[in-house]
């Protein structure tokens, strides 16, 4: 039986004793592990994407790059995170580390960490299987809406209409969550700063997780319409700040905190499968998430050949990203009155793209035209012309598909009337005989 053989990855400040300990007890070989202490998290990361097998990575807690982002794609690659942190703090477990151990650690420790939480590797060509993520969003009992489109189509006046809909409807605490790159709820909800937004979500769940208390007081109460709101990026330039993981993670506690979610977000979800560029696949790091976990996503247009060509690019963009049909309401903002008129637009829509409209089986909705930069200025409620079309559809579908995941009540054998399952006959020429 080959002896056993451990991989480690390491990661220190530039003074941490331990890292020097374990590569002199690597060196010497006083204990099965070999031991590479990277210099910069660009290393670390640049061995976690190699095709070598490798058994864990300690990092040191007092690095400030150590945080849920390096520690779940350290967990992605297979690579299991043990944290050295002086004071033990058992936070680092909940933001996905394996083990936390104290920086004085013994060979004997070291050894019992690594059997535990990783895995031997006698043939150095093992490689380890990646582990199961749950999806952003997937929370049960909660509403999530994602609005998207091209700019100059009111994607953001449509959001707080469908957001002052639903909070006086029974769709609970609802908050609406500005996450496009070019933000604006900030302006149209004249706000007097842009922070606390959307980037403070992200810092607080860098190194831990917030309670529910913490993340309300990083959002504001809008009384006149009902709902909470979270402001978006101060500039479109700051989407740098926002750690994937750590963005995940912040919305999934959005999620979790409110009953239901309407988001304004960007229709650009294109990624490195896409796009071959994982810059792009971060940039676009909340469309993507927001798209994926929402339960109905609207895309938004407006009425004339271009916005209607708009519009089914749009859909076409969101059908490639995953997004199954039954969850893409197509809309037409700023619609004309007239049914003939609507009825031509409809007939567009149909017979530009054929392959693409006969997908949304909803169909497209009218939102008509009315005044609502009085509404906006003052910051009251928007007209109930506006908000009714969209509240109405969207709790629609949701209500459809809540009946489609429930179970049947007949659960057992069922009486078949004579002629209802069809029938068979024999292709000409043929015989049937026992």
Known sequence: MPSERFVVLGLGTARAEWCRTVARWSTGASIPVEFLNCLSVEELQAHLASD????????????????????????????????????????????????????????????????????ALPDPSVRLPLPEVAPPGDQENSLVVA????????????????????ASSSAGDVLLADLARWSQQAMLHDAADVVPGVVELVDAHRGGRPSGDELRK????????????????????????LRPRAFEAGFRSLVEEFRTVVVDTDSDVEGETEGGSADVEDR????????????????????????LHSLLGTVEH???????????????????????????????????????????RSGLLFVPERPVEGSVREVTELPKAIVQPLTTSVLAIAHSAAESCRPSAATGPRRITPGSVGHWSAPAGTSVTG
């Open 52 to 119: 070598r097998a490798l058994s864990a990575s300690m990092v040191d807690a007092g690095l400030p790059s150590t945080d849920r982002d390096l520690i779940e794609r350290s967990a992605d690659s297979g690579c299991p995170v043990i944290v050295v942190d002086q004071w033990q703090r058992p936070h680092w477990l909940t933001l996905g580390a394996s083990a936390v151990v104290a920086p004085s650690f013994t060979q004997e420790e070291l050894i019992g960490l690594l059997r535990t939480h990783s895995r």
């Open 147 to 166: 609005l998207c489109g091209p700019g100059g189509t009111g994607v953001s006046t449509l959001a707080m209409g469908l957001a002052q809909g639903l």
């Open 218 to 241: 990083l959002t504001f109460r809008v009384q006149e319409r009902g709902y909470h709101l979270m402001l978006g990026l101060p500039r479109p330039s700051a989407w740098p700040l």
């Open 284 to 307: 676009n790091v909340m469309a993507r998430t927001a798209i994926r976990g929402a339960d109905v996503v609207l895309a938004v247009g407006r009425r004339g050949a271009g916005g």
């Open 318 to 360: 969101l059908l490639r990203f995953g997004v199954s049909a039954e969850r893409v309401v197509p809309i037409c903002n700023m619609a004309p009155r007239s049914p003939v008129a609507k009825a031509e637009l409809a007939r567009a829509f149909a017979d530009l793209r054929p392959a693409v409209a006969s997908k949304c």
